[in-house]
């Protein structure tokens, strides 16, 4: 019953900088937790930072920490802000919710996805 869809996503040089959002619609912003994960070719989906709606809390995977921010706004999105782009960002980005659980990265925690945008950095 909920909707997420995500869109911004493009392809850069390494360096450059791009910022994701996710539309969610039949939803609202309870206590949940909102995350972004991503996926490359061959590699298991990986979490990427996790969002608490109760509170605005965040939490950032060691690979993105200092370079990504997460953050939400009034009108039901979710946002990525993606600077200082590395050839290994490089995957499908997909948005989450998730209701009931606690602060974690297992994606098979998460019960709502979108259907991913695309990121590519070159060199």
């Known amino acids: 019953q909920v909707q997420l869809v995500e869109s911004g996503g493009g392809s850069v040089q390494a360096g450059g900088s791009l910022r994701l959002s996710c539309a969610i619609s039949?939803?609202?912003?309870?206590?949940?937790?909102m995350a972004w994960f991503r996926q490359a070719p061959g590699k298991e989906r990986e979490g990427v930072a996790i969002?608490?709606?109760?509170?605005?809390?965040t939490f950032y995977a060691d690979s993105v920490k200092g370079r990504f921010t997460i953050s939400r706004d009034n009108a039901n999105t979710l946002y990525l802000q993606m600077n200082s782009l590395k050839p290994e960002d490089t995957a499908m980005y997909y948005c989450?919710?998730?209701?009931?659980?606690?602060?974690?990265?297992?994606?098979?925690?998460?019960?709502?996805w979108g259907q991913g945008t695309q990121v590519t950095v070159s060199s």
């Open positions: 039949g939803h609202t912003w309870n206590r949940n937790y």
């Open positions: 989450a919710a998730g209701l009931n659980i606690r602060w974690t990265f297992a994606p098979g925690e998460y019960t709502n």
């Open positions: 969002i608490y709606t109760g509170t605005g809390g």
